[in-house]
């Protein structure tokens, strides 16, 4: 009896679980700071702030890990509230970029301030999340909730951004035929804070000392000089940037050229949303297939790289305003870099011990962090170039070359 009861709180906290997911995911997907708050401020021609978004996002991520101990610490065992509080943040700063999107007034200085504080909440999130999943959800299910989070969020976002397509093609002005897609991200986020209420207290409340910013930078420039395997690691991880940073281009390119276009946004979102939810299984295949971290890295260079190659063709035939152009591109731009994340992790994993890993992922995070701001900001200035190929053709030769650092990658996974 008291096993079937277990057994139904534990299937209780599985679906409340995977409503905050779905909710979670479809708000992101929605608001995206990759490709619909890019879009939306190249479309006011703030290029320069539009490149720089993405990478505002990464920097408050790693601020967001730095300090997700200490406020996990204080939760105790209220950690489900933490996971509510960090979905209402990314909320309220959506809804703060569609105020500022609808009058049109301090965008760039919205959108910049939004995407950094996103990402300190994200990246408090992440480790609240992980601690979460582990004490609510059996180990054999966790991988499954997180495949079906991304999977029915993903279907969520498309479903909801096909039915405002129509609306959006009868709405007057550029902005405000965007807007929409904001605000039902704030919506869907505000829906992921309430499920997140009802998950309920953790089991345990472990305590987890956190981490100085000097502590991991020294640590980490000792294993930079100490470790072939972490210099490789390293210098790969950074080459692998420009893919990362891929449909933050092409969504500034696409805005320069087609940004007036009634629906165009909505359109890069569907494709984006049928490329994570084609990604999550496409990756998780090449990976159980023993292809291992050189043969996800080396594919998801050549996605990157056939991404731009057809972007470069159909530009040259005049193509570029064609709605499935845009959509293929878009869509393999997202596959690609969904692969880097987790071939990271699974790299490290290799040849790290486990007291190594935390310093390890956070120093390397902080070195990609400063190349993408940099290569933020000069992939926003050359993105608007819409109607010339060379800024096409340098993206092209990034992710060759990434594709061949891929090939020093290991093998066994």
């Known amino acids: 009896m008291a096993a079937a009861a277990q057994l139904h709180r534990h299937a209780s906290r599985y679906r409340t679980l995977l409503v905050h997911g779905i909710f979670y995911t479809a708000g992101v997907q929605l608001a995206n700071v990759s490709t619909v708050l890019p879009f939306i401020c190249a479309q006011q021609g703030i290029y320069w702030a539009a490149g720089l978004l993405y990478p505002a996002f990464s920097i408050g991520i790693i601020f967001g890990n730095s300090i997700s101990s ?49 990402g300190v909440a994200k990246g408090v999130s992440k480790v609240a999340f992980s601690e979460v999943v582990s004490s609510k959800v059996s180990e054999a299910r966790r991988a499954d909730l997180v495949l079906n989070q991304g ?16 609306m959006a093609t009868r709405r007057d002005g550029a902005l405000t035929r965007h807007v929409d897609l904001l605000w039902l991200g704030a919506a869907a986020l505000a829906a992921a804070g309430v499920a997140a209420v009802f998950v309920g207290p953790v089991r345990s ?13 020294r640590e980490g420039m000792a294993a930079v000089r100490a470790d072939q395997w972490f210099r490789r690691y390293t210098v790969t991880s950074l080459l692998f940037v420009p893919i990362s940073l ?74 570029w305003s064609q709605v499935w152009a845009q959509g293929i591109v878009f869509l393999l731009a997202t596959v690609a870099s969904q692969a880097i994340f987790t071939a990271g992790i699974a790299w490290v994993n290799i040849y790290a011990a486990d007291y190594q890993r935390a310093t390890l992922f956070g120093f390397s995070a902080v070195a990609v962090a400063v190349e993408t701001s940099l290569l933020g900001a000069g992939l926003g200035v050359i993105a608007q170039k819409s109607s010339a190929i060379w800024p096409v053709v340098i993206l092209l030769i990034l992710n060759l070359v990434a594709a061949v650092a891929a090939l020093r990658a290991p093998t066994r996974s």
């Not at 209220?78 to 943040?89: M, Q």
């Not at 279907?155 to 405002?164: D, E, G, H, K």
């Open 70 to 118: 200490f406020i996990l610490n204080l939760s105790r065992r209220r950690k489900h509230l933490v996971l509510a509080a960090t979905a209402s943040t990314t909320s309220a700063t959506i809804v703060c970029n569609a105020i500022a999107a609808q009058t049109a007034l301090l965008i760039a200085s919205v959108f910049l301030t939004t995407s950094l504080v996103a």
């Open 246 to 319: 891929g449909t933050t281009f092409y969504s500034l390119h696409a805005a320069a050229q087609f940004g007036d276009k009634a629906g165009s946004l909505h359109v890069l979102v569907v494709f984006a949303s049928i490329g994570l939810l084609l990604g999550s299984f496409l990756w998780r295949w090449v990976y159980r297939k023993r292809f291992g971290v050189r043969g996800m890295l080396l594919l998801s260079a050549l996605i990157g790289s056939t991404a731009a190659l057809i972007c470069m063709t159909v530009q040259a035939f005049h193509g």
């Open 205 to 217: 409340a472990s305590q987890r000392a956190a981490r100085r910013f000097r502590d991991t930078y």
């Open 151 to 166: 999977a029915f969020g993903s279907i969520l976002a498309i479903v909801t951004t096909l039915l405002l397509l129509p």
